[in-house]
């Protein structure tokens, strides 16, 4: 049985998560608090495997609740999030002091997506539970660029891979920015990177790494053209494919396709790397729940390119990269840690 604490202002938030994990007979909300000062005592109190916090609460807010339990008692906590920038930043905020994850508050209140919100959010929450607490040991310190930068020795001549993609879903946001702060201005690759995450959350998550990275980071937009030692984040509720023009590769925002089950899509970004640059291609597969990017990667090895899975034991959820790893489609399997330098390193092999 997983033991949820349910933390929100909201007397309706706190009903409508309390009634959507309640249906599950696994899962079981042992309490509910109004503040973070009342959550921070029933954690201390009730000890839940899981709780949901809001983040813009009266007396204690969500963001110092959490500091609290990951000093006291580090334990997956979803954050209840609203879609505004604001929300977006704070959210960004809470994830890099080790929240897993985040709920949309906003599709709470929509009664025709109910039954397609309850399966989400009882799906995070047994995955959560079940990954106990190794985002928490895993969780990014300060950018270590310095430090990659007297490890890697770049080998001479150009680099055989100058497109590197990214596909990335819950527990993302810390990792990818780890990574990219940890690239040196001079990064001889362009990197694209499909995130899950809502529209409203993708621009503030780019310009959050642009500010902490050497190379420059941007959510994509029409007009946008691949270019080394730059980054670019699909737009949420929109794909991103590249289109290899005679000298140069476009980065193009699209609707299209309206059926697929994520947007931005890994495997619609990495079968578009596949097409466009073929074995220039370096695919890496990040935490994440699903099994997104997978084909993706598949298409990309037929071409001659090479993929990277992070880590199990450094994953929030091992979802995403366990896919390629069990169909044998990962070149390597890298720590958190180590995955900046790899990818710098595989840019050569």
Request: aromatic share 2%; net charge positive.
């Amino acid at each position: 049985m997983i033991k949820v604490l349910v933390v929100d202002d909201s007397a309706f938030m706190r009903k409508a998560i309390s009634t959507m994990l309640g249906k599950d007979p696994k899962i079981k909300v042992i309490g509910t608090a109004r503040d973070g000062q009342e959550g921070l005592d029933m954690v201390r109190k009730l000890d839940p495997d899981v709780v949901t916090m809001d983040i813009e609460m009266p007396k204690m807010d969500g963001l110092t609740a959490l500091r609290h339990i990951m000093m006291e008692s580090p334990r997956p906590v979803l954050m209840v999030s609203s879609l505004t920038t604001e929300g977006a930043e704070a959210t960004l905020k809470a994830m890099e002091l080790g929240a897993v994850d985040f709920i949309p508050k906003q599709l709470s209140k929509v009664s025709l997506d109910i039954i397609k919100i309850e399966k989400d959010l009882i799906a995070r929450v047994k995955v959560v539970a079940a990954r106990k607490m190794r985002h928490v040991m895993a969780r990014p310190s300060a950018p270590k660029a310095a430090a990659v930068r007297k490890t890697f020795v770049r080998p001479s001549g150009r680099p055989l891979r100058d497109v590197v993609v990214i596909g990335v879903s819950t527990g993302g946001p810390p990792v990818v920015q780890k990574i990219l702060s940890s690239l040196p201005a001079d990064f001889p690759a362009s990197i694209v990177i499909a995130q899950h995450m809502p529209a409203a959350f993708t621009g503030p998550f780019a310009k959050r790494l642009d500010g902490v990275s050497k190379i420059s980071v941007k959510e994509a937009e029409p007009g946008d053209v691949l270019k080394a030692g730059h980054a670019f984040i699909a737009p949420g509720g929109r794909h991103v494919v590249l289109d290899q023009k005679i000298s140069r590769v476009d980065v193009v925002v699209t609707d299209s396709p309206r059926d697929a089950l994520y947007k931005p899509s890994a495997n619609v970004l990495i079968s578009s790397v596949a097409e466009a640059v073929g074995k220039r291609g370096l695919g890496v597969i990040l935490t994440g729940m699903g099994n997104d990017g997978c084909e993706g990667v598949r298409a990309l090895k037929a071409k001659g390119g090479r993929a990277l899975a992070q880590s199990d034991s450094t994953c929030v959820v091992y979802g995403m990269p366990k896919a390629i790893v069990d169909e044998n489609l990962a070149d390597e399997i890298v720590d958190l840690d180590d995955l900046a330098e790899s990818i710098m390193t595989n840019l050569y092999k």
